[in-house]
């Protein structure tokens, strides 16, 4: 099997899709709160300078660095447990100024895709992907970043990574004779799981965490305010929005500042109250469409290892975007996780454009037929 590299076969779509809605992100972080409008452009602008230069990286000479990457991210995680800076009771950031932080898990989605790719990728070629040594080293490997993510304490984020790397791992190839037996061990332990931080006296979730979960089991008894706010934000901007309609300045769940941090988490719920319907679906469409770019650079990828790089940064932006928008709608439980080029925030705009420039690599390669 050979390849062709050169720049007629770079997924420009996909370039651009990006590029539009981390600008477009600018502009609606501008109506959450104007005092992060010059960061987040100064963001966009790396971004955009990292994704290129990235891009034009062979995707296998970075996987051949995927075991140091690993233990690097180990240690970031270590040490910002040891030495972070704690916001709100979370010890996730590195503080490098006042003003300026930075966010080792954003970055560990990327390391451990790469990792996981090369890993997965080596185990299939070899024909040792269904043996039950490699589902446990799997288990290994994506068990000791997830723990210390979990421990900052970050649960979102746990999750979304648990979600896009057992993706990759069906994806490889696993048999389906694993996958059940998988499941039939998984869904009683979920089962005890929920029963379990139900109780009273459980130790093994916070008090914020297991309200968000009571939340969403039973919404008519426990009423997540934050959630109702957004809801009502998005309703408010009925078809078109608020953005351009001069009456209702000052009338806004945004202007009221009825839902904190709306730059970040909540970023839907500004789009839906300052664009409207239009503007929501807008963006559901142009994160679906980048989504589908990454599928297509999966499925015309040179190897395996191309293969489930495009997959894994297509389930990290498919999945994470559902869990956003999904918390903003109160159609999941309350929590933290950004929007995939749009929410503010340096480290997940920059993590983010390192994971679409791979991509856009693995698409100048592609098979040949």
């Not at 997830?146 to 979304?160: G, M, R, V």
Request: aromatic share 12%; net charge neutral.
């Amino acid at each position: 099997m050979g390849s062709k590299l050169n720049l007629k076969n770079y997924n420009y779509i996909l370039f651009i899709m990006v590029s539009a809605l981390m600008l477009f992100g600018v502009y609606v972080i501008n109506f959450a709160d104007e005092s992060y409008t010059n960061k987040q452009l100064i963001g966009v602008v790396a971004g955009l300078i990292i994704m290129i230069t990235v891009s034009l990286i062979d995707y296998h000479f970075i996987c051949n660095f995927h075991t140091l990457l690993y233990i690097f991210n180990i240690l970031l995680l270590v040490a910002v447990l040891i030495g972070g800076k704690t916001v709100g009771g979370a010890k996730r950031w590195f503080a490098v100024t006042d003003k300026l932080t930075i966010q080792p898990s954003e970055l560990s989605k990327i390391i451990l895709i790469v990792f996981m790719a090369t890993f997965l990728s080596k185990e299939f070629e070899e024909e040792r992907i269904n043996r039950p040594l490699t589902i446990f080293k799997f288990a290994f490997f994506l068990g000791i970043p997830c723990a210390l993510i979990f421990l900052q304490p970050d649960l979102s984020t746990t999750l979304a990574i648990v979600f896009v790397l057992v993706t990759m791992l069906y994806i490889s190839g696993i048999s389906y004779k694993l996958i059940l037996t998988v499941l039939l061990f998984l869904v009683p332990i979920i089962s005890i799981f929920i029963w379990y931080v139900q109780q009273p006296d459980q130790k093994l979730l916070y008090g914020h965490q297991v309200e968000r979960i009571m939340s969403f089991l039973y919404p008519s008894e426990y009423v997540d305010e934050q959630q109702a706010n957004s809801v009502m934000a998005i309703g408010s901007g009925t078809l078109n929005g608020k953005a351009f309609q001069e009456e209702l300045k000052g009338t806004t769940v945004t202007e009221a500042n009825l839902v904190s941090e709306q730059q970040t988490d909540f970023i839907f719920s500004v789009i839906g109250e300052e664009l409207g319907f239009r503007g929501s679906v807008l963006i559901i469409a142009i994160i679906l469409i980048i989504v589908l770019q990454c599928i297509r650079v999966a499925r015309r990828a040179r190897d395996s290892l191309g293969m489930l790089l495009a997959s894994g940064m297509a389930c990290l932006v498919g999945y994470q975007s559902f869990i956003n928008i999904g918390v903003a709608t109160a159609v999941l439980p309350n929590t933290g996780i950004p929007l995939p080029f749009i929410s503010y925030g340096l480290s997940s705009l920059i993590s983010i454009s390192i994971g679409m420039g791979i991509v856009l690599n693995v698409s100048k390669q592609i098979k040949k037929y």
